[in-house]
């Protein structure tokens, strides 16, 4: 047992007098001869009291005394420390993605390593493998005491993107430069990365090495499937071990529900497993992700996207349907069954189920009544896609019953106008040779696929001339006669091949070509956009290091189309998702293409779960004290006859007890604005201004406390560029006209708007060049806050703008308001149009210039020291009202917007 504070073991010295003193007898009676007392002598004696404490309560006592003393010594029982350096070191983490899944257990490790350091009295140095959100380069962080650093390691997280050790190894190498050596704790995340060979040799010119991790750790990930297998199939990629290997994988909704659970075994030895999970169509296309049961982190999660959907698509089917190669189809089946949900049987059954698509090869659109139904189908916004044949030639569909009826030229479920007759190779509309596919317009569906060179059509349904044919054609041949064309119908649309469905008229459907044509046309129907692959895809969300989706960080940059699923993520490129709703794509950590290895170990190879925290039994010794003077305590009550109030007393002491513990958790260097929620105010170099902001924020806080189940607490002071704006839902920033600027505040204030922070930015009366012509009450400010506004903002990601009125959530959050006065009255206030998809809707700026802080002080007195105009008292109400909005607003969103969505929900939910 080691005592860190063994001077407190002189309380001990207290003890013989306690023991003394609770002996202590007072002075013998002295014998006085009274004759009354034989009248008293046949009165009952009350009981005799005690002339010094029994044995067993000054034991009590004393206990109760060595456990305090003791208590405050704080002994200490070190445990699994062994080997551990007794000198100042570097610690080097491993904070990527493959430590996720044994994160807690390093930290663990590491708490005890540091009770160690702090034991012994050293310091430590912490280099971090993997970058930082704000883009900050890899360095060796200087010399803190122990304490201080667990402070800043255990509330980390590991970073969603892979370690950079190249980097790592340049602070490395700095280090040593400096002259500093020492030994290495190393706590790694066993995955070999390239580089480790410089990375090892940079480690070992520091000082010995102390390799700890988690010996045959699972470091497993989900990644794309190696072939086409269907829309969930994945790869689960691993380090081999030596053992055999078993899991799950959950197929998970958006809410978190599961719809699936699939069986995962790895052999010993295996490196991968494909999983093909099967779902029927309507689950499917509910399914967000696939998760790995005890994988961690952002690896064990692989995110889904449009892509991964399967349409429903109806195939109408003939007697002829299902011949091997001759079948209408035959090839449409090989084409879309990877992709797409595939519906067979005659008209009225496919019709009967929501679909997203309907096929028609040729004759099967032979009678009316099913053109008509299908004619009724598009114009609700279905889409038709049709394929030529000799049917169509002779200006007829065959029925499933191979009756035919004649189709007039002006069927609408035909794009555009067909000529007689069919163009042939040899006939009398011939070419000489297979004609070959024209590149693809810019306005087509089909622009950004691959053309084969063998793709040639030797027959075709040749469309009538127009002036407008060009604006019907998707895909020509190489003569300029059109290939596919489309046309609009109500709110859906029918698409024409003008050739076959099978290899007769052109070998077409033999190409990947014909898969490509098909699925665009499914996915566009479905109101998914296909980006070009130059076509830059922004972040939308970022998975985090514990596999949850958050606001890209601010180092996050957009992404060609073309990129996914063969990028490594990186803080460049976070995981997550990209792009707009109609055309969103997924980057997983699985998309890496490089292979997992096992790193190879460095120095003196330890296991971290064996370094476990030293045991303080301070804390029980000093409960246990406590306990046993709450026990004395009531006893000597109870035995005086007060046993209820004895009961109170202990209740009360309990209840103190705990407050003062609860009290005693709150680390001292927490700041006061993670307790409570705050509003703040940014710090000007004008110190009347800074004043007024304080006063103004304090008299909100005040009315809002008073008015609302909100409870705030004093505002803070803060400087964007070195505080941390996260704990303040809200921001006031008086603009003057000498306010500093700077890339760091700018960058700070960006990050607090885009995490859901409210910045109200107030000019404090415009100056009265720019002020508008409606502002008859303006009485002026400092010249020159006008161009401040602008310069200040000049970097800030501020989305489109509209002036405040009372149709926005802003103005009916708590109060109904038409008007937003401040001291002044009359000056347009600024927020984010309604229906911007930043921040799920809510502003993240308010901009106005009617001097709100002004309005809402009160000084220590209690008196509110600046008159509004023109309306006084009245005007002041309407200020704090329009404050308290704020504030709610700032804390709740727009909770009252969204209730317009209930009955689509509802709807929903009930279907």
Same mark, same amino acid.
């Given at each position: ?24 007898? /007072? ?105 930082? =959100? ?123 529900? &599961? ?27 509910k399914v967000d992700h696939l998760a790995l049961d005890g994988m961690a982190g952002p690896a064990g999660l692989r995110l889904l996207d449009e892509r991964e959907r399967q349409r429903p698509v109806g195939l109408i089917a003939t007697g002829s349907s299902d011949t091997p190669l001759m079948g209408s189809l035959f090839y449409l089946r090989r084409a879309l069954q990877p992709t797409a949900e595939l519906r067979e049987g005659d008209l009225d059954t496919l019709l009967a189920r929501p679909l997203s698509v309907i096929i028609a090869p040729?004759? &099967? ?17 279905? @889409? ?19 009756d035919e009826t004649p189709q007039p030229q002006t069927d609408p479920l035909l794009p555009v106008p067909l000529m007689d007759g069919a163009r042939v190779l040899g006939g009398a509309m011939s070419w000489s040779r297979p004609e070959h596919l024209a590149p693809f317009p810019a306005t087509s569906p089909f622009h950004d696929l691959d053309i084969p060179a063998d793709v040639t059509v030797s027959r075709q349904v040749l469309a009538q001339p127009s002036t407008d044919l060009d604006s019907h054609s998707w895909a020509r041949l190489d ?89 490594? /993520? ?21 998309? =890496? ?10 120095? @003196? %190879? ?20 406590? %306990? ?56 000007? =170099? ?64 960006? @990050? ?54 009372? !149709? ?10 038409? =008007? ?17 998809? &930043? ?18 002080? %009160?000084?220590?007195?209690?008196? &509110? ?35 317009? !969505? ?10």
């Amino acid at each position: 047992m080691i005592l860190l504070a063994p001077w407190m073991l002189l309380g001990l010295l207290a003890l013989p007098a306690v023991w003394w003193l609770l002996h202590a007898r /007072p002075p013998a009676p002295r014998t006085q001869s009274f004759p009354p007392m034989r009248l008293l002598g046949a009165l009952a004696a009350p009981p005799p009291d005690a002339t010094s404490a029994p044995l067993w309560r000054v034991l009590l006592r004393c206990l109760a005394v060595l456990g305090l003393v003791l208590g405050l010594a704080q002994p200490v029982f070190p445990r699994g420390q062994g080997g551990l350096p007794d000198a100042d070191c570097l610690i080097v983490l491993d904070n990527g993605w493959a430590a996720a899944g044994t994160w807690a257990q390093r930290i663990h490790a590491l708490d005890g390593l540091l009770d160690h350091l702090a034991r012994t009295g050293h310091t430590a140095r912490l280099l971090l493998t993997a970058r930082n =959100d704000a883009l900050d380069p890899i360095t060796v962080q200087p010399a803190v005491q122990a304490d201080l650093l667990r402070s800043q390691i255990d509330p980390m997280l590991p970073r969603a993107w892979p370690t950079d050790r190249l980097a790592a190894t340049h602070a490395l190498t700095a280090l040593a430069g400096q002259g500093w050596r020492g030994p290495v704790i190393y706590i790694a995340d066993g995955l070999a990365t390239g580089g480790d060979t410089d990375f090892a040799t940079a480690l070992a010119a520091i000082g010995p090495v102390h390799d700890m991790q988690v010996p045959q750790s699972d470091i497993m990930l989900l990644a794309p499937p190696a072939s086409n297998q269907g829309s969930l199939a994945t790869r689960l990629r691993t380090v081999p071990r030596d053992h055999p290997r078993t899991g799950q994988l959950r197929l998970e909704t958006a809410s978190g529900g &599961t719809l699936g659970l699939l069986p995962v075994n790895l052999p010993a030895g295996a490196d991968h497993a494909d999983l093909a999970p099967d779902l029927p169509a309507e689950l499917r296309n509910k399914v967000d992700h696939l998760a790995l049961d005890g994988m961690a982190g952002p690896a064990g999660l692989r995110l889904l996207d449009e892509r991964e959907r399967q349409r429903p698509v109806g195939l109408i089917a003939t007697g002829s349907s299902d011949t091997p190669l001759m079948g209408s189809l035959f090839y449409l089946r090989r084409a879309l069954q990877p992709t797409a949900e595939l519906r067979e049987g005659d008209l009225d059954t496919l019709l009967a189920r929501p679909l997203s698509v309907i096929i028609a090869p040729d004759g &099967t659109l032979g009678s009316p009544e099913s053109r008509k139904k299908v004619a009724a189908w598009v114009r609700a916004g279905g @889409t038709l896609i049709r394929f030529a044949g000799p049917l169509l030639i002779q200006g007829a569909d065959a029925t499933n019953g191979g009756d035919e009826t004649p189709q007039p030229q002006t069927d609408p479920l035909l794009p555009v106008p067909l000529m007689d007759g069919a163009r042939v190779l040899g006939g009398a509309m011939s070419w000489s040779r297979p004609e070959h596919l024209a590149p693809f317009p810019a306005t087509s569906p089909f622009h950004d696929l691959d053309i084969p060179a063998d793709v040639t059509v030797s027959r075709q349904v040749l469309a009538q001339p127009s002036t407008d044919l060009d604006s019907h054609s998707w895909a020509r041949l190489d003569d300029g006669t059109p290939l596919v064309t489309h046309a609009a119908l109500g709110a859906g649309q029918v698409v024409l091949f003008h050739v076959t469905s099978t290899a007769e008229w052109s070998n077409l459907p033999l190409s990947g070509l014909f898969v490509g044509m098909l699925q665009h046309l499914i996915d566009q129907a479905s109101g998914i956009e296909t980006p070009a692959g130059t076509t830059l895809l922004a972040p939308y969300m970022a998975l985090d290091g514990d596999g949850t989706l958050v606001s890209p960080p601010a180092g996050a940059q957009a992404l060609r189309a073309d990129a996914f699923g063969h990028t490594a /993520p990186s803080l460049e490129h976070p995981p997550g998702l990209y792009g707009p709703r109609n055309s969103r794509r997924a980057l997983n950590v699985g998309d =890496d293409p490089a292979a997992l290895a096992a790193q190879p170990p460095i120095g @003196t %190879v330890s296991d971290l779960r064996g370094q476990v925290a030293d045991l303080s039994i301070g804390p029980a010794l000093l409960l246990l004290a406590a %306990v046993l003077l709450l026990a004395d305590g009531l006893i000597s009550i109870m035995q005086r006859g007060r046993q209820w109030r004895g009961l109170a007393a202990l209740a009360l002491c309990c209840g103190m007890g705990t407050a003062c513990a609860q009290a005693a958790d709150i680390p001292p260097d927490v700041p006061r604005a993670a307790l409570e929620t705050r509003l703040a105010y940014i710090v000007t =170099d004008h110190p009347e201004i800074d004043d007024v902001s304080k006063e103004g924020l304090q008299g909100l806080s005040d009315y809002v406390n008073a008015r609302t189940s909100a409870v705030l607490g004093h505002p803070d002071g803060v400087t964007p560029e070195h505080d941390d704006l996260s704990y303040y839902p809200l921001i006031y920033w008086p603009v003057t006209p000498d306010a500093p600027t700077s890339p760091a505040r700018t960058a700070a204030l960006n @990050t607090y708007m885009r995490h859901g922070g409210i910045l109200l930015i107030d000019t404090q009366g415009q100056d009265p060049a720019t002020a508008p012509e409606n502002a008859s009450s303006y009485t002026g400010s400092a010249p020159g806050t006008a161009a401040a506004l602008k310069r200040m903002t000049a970097g800030l990601d501020l989305p489109p703008l509209t002036r405040l009125d009372s !149709h926005h959530v802003l103005s009916h959050t708590f109060y109904l308001l038409h =008007d937003f006065p401040g001291r002044y009255d009359g000056m347009p206030v600024w927020v984010a149009q309604e229906g911007d998809s &930043t921040n799920d809707g809510v502003s993240p700026v308010i901009i106005g210039s009617n001097d709100w802080a002004h309005a809402w002080a %009160v000084d220590e007195a209690g008196n &509110t020291p600046y008159a509004p105009v023109p309306d006084g008292a009245e005007q002041r109400v309407t200020a704090y009202r329009f404050g308290v909005n704020a504030v709610i607003y700032a804390l709740t969103g727009n909770y009252k917007a969204d209730q317009v !969505h209930v009955p689509a929900l509802l709807k929903r939910l009930g279907e």
